[in-house]
């Protein structure tokens, strides 16, 4: 298994005051260094999260969910720690699940390990089940190779490789970036099963505005892809 010193969890947030005080404290019971970069929040986060024992980052303003990845992945590696589980602030992604990442990594050589939801896909809302789907198969057709859940933020990277890697996108297609840039930089991405929690939290993703940017970003990844000679 992966050692616990090695691996630190980076948790970004935007106004998640309700969550992340018991999300960081449950997180602590199984990797001690939690990192959690405050997107801008205009709520009790950063208080919350420094409460429950982690260290904390800011953004002044909101930058997006890929640029506080970023913020947090940075910090990462300049504290030379060898891995990052990034996860999401609003309890949908269960602490518990956590030794499931540590031990694929300690057991198999990969640059990513992602939560795979599909195993238990009746548990997700029907339209969020299907886009998943959809959106799973395009990004599939770009890594060239094939994906299981395309959108799962709960993630397990190799900072060594994600150092490398020509990460631009700083908004929610930062899922779907990380998982193509680490595919065509030859990286093995492997899937662990993790529980499905839905509750009544609602999504932060701008239903015009995020999903134009998404088309941005696989539009300019298909034509770089194609520029390469991948098909």
């Known amino acids: ?6 691996c630190v969890v980076v948790i970004p947030c935007l106004n998640e005051a ?5 999300l960081v404290q449950q ?22 999260a420094e409460a429950a024992g982690a260290r904390v980052l800011r953004h002044r303003q909101t930058e997006g969910k890929g640029a506080a990845l970023t913020t947090g992945f940075r910090a990462a590696v300049d504290a030379q720690f060898a891995w990052a589980l990034a996860m999401d602030g609003d309890g949908q992604h269960s602490p518990a699940d956590i030794p499931k990442f540590l031990e694929l990594a300690g057991r198999e050589h990969a640059g990513m390990i992602v939560g795979n939801r599909m195993t238990a896909a009746h548990r997700m809302p ?3 089940r299907q886009v998943n789907r959809w959106l799973t198969h395009l990004i599939s057709n ?5 994906l299981a859940d395309s959108q799962c933020g709960f993630r397990l990277l190799d900072l060594s490789v994600w150092v490398g ?15 193509v840039q680490f595919a065509r930089a030859g990286q093995a991405i492997r899937f662990v099963p993790i529980k499905v929690i839905y509750k009544e939290e609602q999504s932060k993703i701008h239903p015009v505005r995020d999903t134009l940017r998404w088309w941005r970003w696989w539009w300019l990844t298909k034509q770089a892809v ?3 000679g991948r098909k």
Request: net charge negative; with cysteine; aromatic share 6%.
């Open 1 to 6: 298994m992966l050692s616990r010193e090695q």
């Open 226 to 228: 194609r520029r390469s």
């Open 165 to 179: 890697l020509p990460m631009a996108s700083r908004h929610f297609e930062i899922e779907s970036e990380l998982l």
């Open 18 to 22: 309700a969550t992340i005080g018991p």
């Open 126 to 128: 029907w339209l969020r």
């Open 27 to 48: 997180v602590r019971d199984f990797l001690p260094h939690v990192l959690v970069v405050d997107d801008g929040s205009r709520d009790d986060t950063v208080a919350q």
């Open 142 to 146: 770009l890594a060239g190779c094939p």
